[in-house]
């Protein structure tokens, strides 16, 4: 089995950044693709970035693109997500989430999840 575990969340102000990590333990990471969601309070949870299983390929939601990079090392059985220029509308708990097959933004079609960490934008 997959476990996942989120780092790097905390408090920014707006324009500040954060670098959100995914590490993986129980399996090697590269046999997965790699989903990083986020549900802000009274809001559905969100896809908004995910990445092949090579890192060869990577999907953006168009709410964070030019802003949000992805990326992984499987060598560290570690994916991350840098956020830059961080907006208020950015404050949710961040998920990282697994899928041997489905590549995508579908929080639904994942069944592996790590149990998140907050990121707030504010003052």
């Known amino acids: 089995q997959l476990q996942l575990v989120e780092f790097g969340g905390g408090l920014v102000q707006p324009g500040g950044s954060l670098r959100l990590s995914c590490a993986a333990s129980?399996?090697?990471?590269?046999?997965?693709?790699i989903g990083w969601f986020r549900q802000a309070p009274g809001k559905g949870r969100e896809g908004v970035s995910c990445i092949s299983r090579s890192g060869s390929t990577t999907t953006y939601a168009d709410s964070v693109k030019g802003r949000f990079t992805i990326s992984r090392d499987n060598a560290k059985n570690t994916v991350y997500l840098q956020m830059n220029s961080l907006k208020p509308e950015d404050t949710a708990v961040y998920y990282c989430a697994a899928d041997k097959w489905y590549y995508g933004l579908s929080h639904g079609q994942y069944d592996d999840w790590g149990q998140g960490t907050q990121v707030t934008v504010a003052s």
């Open positions: 129980g399996f090697t990471l590269d046999y997965y693709n």
